[in-house]
């Protein structure tokens, strides 16, 4: 059996919607995880932020405009009076709990609530929508399997256990239909698994039924080799291992939600992405395998801070980066970069919540200078340090750019280079010119 994960837009609209009911119904017996519909989930955090600051007019009128696009989506999808009955009773509900949220106290919890509905009405809409057409779909519903434990990390054991005791319930089932996003916490109330999370939810599922395959059905055919919304002529890339794509969807490509990749690596399930518009294009395979002595992708994940540290204490000292680490530590923000040297070292992070109380607590160690508004430029592939000339090839495309940091030799799969964000599409395009045009 297969996961096949549609995203967003893949079912944002009536037409769309009939696309992937084409496509999952001529592809056997798998289970079918499903975002919101493109643009939802957004209203949604929009209509609780109304409540959230008590404008309930602001709120009702939000919810009163989505509410009008479902029922114009159905209107266009269901041909069939009974059926189209049982989808709006379903869709009016979702909206009538929401508008119960105007009246009351509004806080964290029920904006959760407020946010599950988004899946919920998309998988009743498919769910139907199959059913109309002669299937036998069965609903496998988020809410009664898939938990986190205490530390907010998903309880794997309850997962597969509950999972499999729904396969078992409808085992004669054509199809299933999920929820991606959405489910409980370890106190059983409604919770999600973070925003773009649904690809996580398809990569659980996998992981707890075995799946053959993970697919992420998106809107572009795969994984490119660089961001084409600053590098023209990018290209899907055919192969990725585990730990490239994590790279990546780490550092920046917007495809694949990082936590997607590590359930799916532990337990060695393929994933691929495929693109809803384009259904036959072979989109990117992500294994434990992959071709090597090759750069596949480059990726730029924004809004980073730089942060030096330089101490003349540091000469000869041990101790010193164990007290710089555990500052950043204590206010919980973790380091993307880091570049030591004899007097110094320079780290990265991308959130500046805490950037004052760290900036004081670093100062009791060295002489500490900030550099904002920077972007880690991500260089992918096979870069095993044995392997020659590939650094130099990265680090030969950026000559004549400004470059803040450096790393390489984490992993044999990335080198990163700070930058400035002015110089940010500048440095995209040499590297495609120099690593993949040539
Ligand atoms: N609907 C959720 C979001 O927009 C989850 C997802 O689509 O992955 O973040
Ligand atoms: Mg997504």
């Known amino acids: 059996m297969k996961v096949m994960k549609f995203g967003g837009t893949s079912v944002g609209s009536a037409e769309q919607i009939k696309e992937v009911a084409h496509l999952v119904t001529s592809r ?7 975002s919101a519909m493109s643009g939802t989930t957004n209203t949604l955090v929009e209509i609780s932020d109304y409540l959230y600051k008590k404008n309930i007019d602001g709120a009702k009128e939000t919810i009163n405009s989505l509410e009008k696009k479902y029922f114009i989506t159905i209107d266009k999808l269901f041909t069939d009076e009974k059926y189209k009955e049982e989808v709006l009773a379903e869709v009016k509900a979702c909206f009538n709990y929401i508008r119960s949220f105007t009246k009351d106290l509004f806080t964290l919890f029920e904006e959760k609530e407020i946010l599950a509905q988004g ?17 036998k779909s069965a609903m496998l519903p988020a809410l009664d399997y898939v938990r986190t434990d205490k530390n907010s990390e ?19 089932a054509d199809i299933y239909i999920t929820q991606g996003y959405i489910c409980r916490n370890a106190y059983g109330e409604i919770d999600n698994l973070q925003r773009g999370g649904s690809d996580y939810s398809a990569s659980l599922i996998g992981a707890a039924i075995n799946a053959e395959e993970i697919e992420i059905w998106t809107d572009i055919d795969g994984m490119h080799n660089n961001d084409p919304r600053f590098v023209d002529n990018t290209k899907a890339v055919d192969t990725l291992h585990f730990e490239e794509a994590a790279e990546l969807a780490y ?30 294009a072979k989109g990117t395979l992500i294994y434990n395998s992959t071709a090597s002595r090759k750069i596949k992708a480059v990726a730029a994940k924004d809004n980073i801070i730089a942060i030096k540290i ?5 000469l000869l000292a041990y101790g010193f980066l164990r007290k710089v680490f555990e500052i950043f530590e204590t206010y919980k923000t973790p380091i993307d970069m880091i570049a030591t040297s004899e007097v110094g070292v320079s780290v990265s992070i991308d959130n500046e919540k805490n950037l004052d109380n760290i900036l004081d607590d670093l100062k009791k160690f060295g002489t500490v200078t900030v550099d904002k508004d920077m972007v880690i430029i991500c260089v992918v592939g096979d870069l095993e340090w044995q392997n020659c000339g590939f650094e130099s090839a990265a680090l030969d495309a950026l000559k004549d750019i400004p470059v803040r940091m450096i790393s390489y030799g984490g992993s044999n799969y990335n080198i990163s280079f700070l930058v400035k964000k002015e110089d940010k599409v500048k440095a995209l395009n040499l590297l495609s010119d120099n690593l993949f045009n040539k």
């Open 28 to 34: 056997g017996k798998n289970i079918v995880v499903l």
């Open 119 to 135: 899946e919920l009405m998309s998988t009743a809409m498919m769910n139907i929508y199959l059913r109309s057409l002669g299937f």
């Open 154 to 172: 998903p309880d794997t054991q309850y997962i597969k256990q509950k999972l499999q005791a729904l396969l078992d319930k409808y085992a004669d």
């Open 251 to 280: 550092f920046g490509a917007k495809i694949l939600h990082p936590t997607c990749i590590l359930p799916a690596k532990l337990n060695n399930i393929p994933v691929r992405l495929l693109n809803t518009m384009k259904p036959d």
């Open 310 to 314: 330089k101490s003349g204490r540091m």
